[in-house]
């Protein structure tokens, strides 16, 4: 795994992609899907004008949507359940909170989940056309049961 699951820093996203579901450990900034929105909303905010057009820092990709999701995707090393469970088995963490999964995306649905503890927002932050909600996912059918990685000897270890 490129980068370790760390509070606030990397976060857990479970992403369903062409019918395939895959998880991914990333820079928490990088799942904002539509940049444009959250600079304007920033901007409007702080300087009543729009701050960038510079989406270098996230590949120049400054909507990830079905169609730039691959893309996106490719940037960012996916996690396999095992690896998650390993670490979470082993208790190669510091603290319980940075395994929970943070964000499920739903490229082929269009929809997007947050369950991110901070008042992020990331689920204002979506493409047009786009469902964003905040909500818990864990608990839900939304992630299959071959990939809850939080599940060790048959018991739920976020419960």
């Known amino acids: ?4 699951p760390k509070y ?6 479970f992403v369903k992609y062409k019918n395939e579901d895959r998880w991914y450990v990333a820079d928490k900034e990088l799942w904002f899907l539509d940049l444009r929105k959250l600079s304007a909303a920033f ?9 960038s057009n510079d989406f270098s820092d996230r590949y120049d990709i400054d909507i990830v949507n079905e169609d ?9 090393r996916e996690a396999s359940t095992e690896e998650l469970h ?18 499920y995306i739903d490229f082929d649905n269009k ?8 008042p992020a ?5 979506v493409p047009n056309g786009w469902v964003g909600k905040y909500e818990d996912f864990m608990f839900t059918d939304s992630i299959p049961p071959e990939y809850r990685y939080w599940i060790i000897n048959g018991k739920d270890v976020f419960l």
């Open 111 to 118: 929809i997007f989940l947050s369950y991110y503890p901070e």
């Open 121 to 125: 927002s990331y689920e204002v932050f």
């Open 86 to 103: 390993n670490i979470l088995k082993g208790g190669f963490y510091s603290d319980i909170v940075d395994l929970v999964p943070s964000l």
């Open 68 to 76: 730039t999701a691959e893309d996106f995707l490719n940037h960012i």
């Open 1 to 4: 795994m490129k980068e370790s």
């Open 43 to 51: 901007s409007k905010i702080v300087f009543d004008d729009d701050l």
């Open 8 to 13: 606030a820093k990397t976060i857990i996203v």
